[in-house]
């Protein structure tokens, strides 16, 4: 990540969701920089898409002496299998190896914290302009169960909520709201249980990186240049160096740069 941020000069940030944002490519740059990428073993992230972000975690039981679970452990296993989930709005876990809740599940779509029985399952909270605490699901769960409720809770969301309507907000317009999703997701209310466990299984498995399905497809490729009747770049695109990488210029900025090219 380091060698194609210099190579490229572009802006480089660590985020509150333990991501690594890379800004400042130019579009017609994006195929080249994918596919160094993926040849050091890197593959697509989705911030771009209505869809799963990184799963955040603290250092659970490996590194911490109040960790009851390894919840790296569980964030990499959740994060593996909902890669890539199209939804109606962005998605995001975390995951706490103890009730300190140093990852902050409970203000995340899907939080899950370990406790001495299993894991606590949180569903429906976020952060932003109106934050919401999400609500407690379902208490002290192996793995598996866990993994079945989520899966559950999920594709429910993705078949029934509006576009663009985040978890939170699916939950306060529901009819019953959290004693019907329960009903629905635990006790089979609606008998759809074996669909939405079937229909997340189909989605795991015909998950693809992106990145490597677009710079494998010259069709793809041609949507990624400034112009749709030429290859050159946009020219009026301006860049200024702060803190030795590139961002883009602000209204004075780019006054400037106009006054200096007309002298």
Known sequence: LGNVAKKYKLYTKVTGGQRIDLFGARVDQLPL?????????FESGHAY??????????????WCRFGVDDSVGLA?????????????????????????????????????I???????????GNG?????????????????????YIDRVLIFYVRSADRLQRTSVWMENMEGG?????????????????????????????YQCEWKTTIEDESKLKR?????NSDQTDEQVVFVEERGQIRPANEVEREHFKLVEEV
């Open 128 to 148: 932003g302009m109106k934050p919401r605490h999400a609500d407690l699901f379902a208490t002290n769960l192996d793995k598996e169960t866990l993994i079945k």
């Open 114 to 124: 370990a406790t001495e029985g299993g894991w606590n399952l949180y569903v429906c």
């Open 49 to 62: 898409g209505k869809s799963l972000r990184t799963v955040k975690s603290c250092v659970g039981s490996t």
């Open 178 to 206: 959290l004693d019907y999703l329960k009903s629905v997701v635990i006790d089979d209310r609606l008998g759809l249980c074996d669909k939405l466990e079937a229909q997340m299984e189909r989605v795991v498995d015909t």
């Open 76 to 112: 990499v296993e959740l994060e593996n299998r909902y890669k890539g989930l199209r939804a109606p709005h962005k998605i995001k876990f975390a995951v706490s190896g103890c009730t300190r809740e140093c990852a902050e599940a409970q203000g995340k779509d899907i939080g899950v």
């Open 224 to 228: 990624f240049r400034h112009f749709v």
């Open 33 to 41: 920089i994918w596919k160094e990428l993926i040849d050091a073993g």
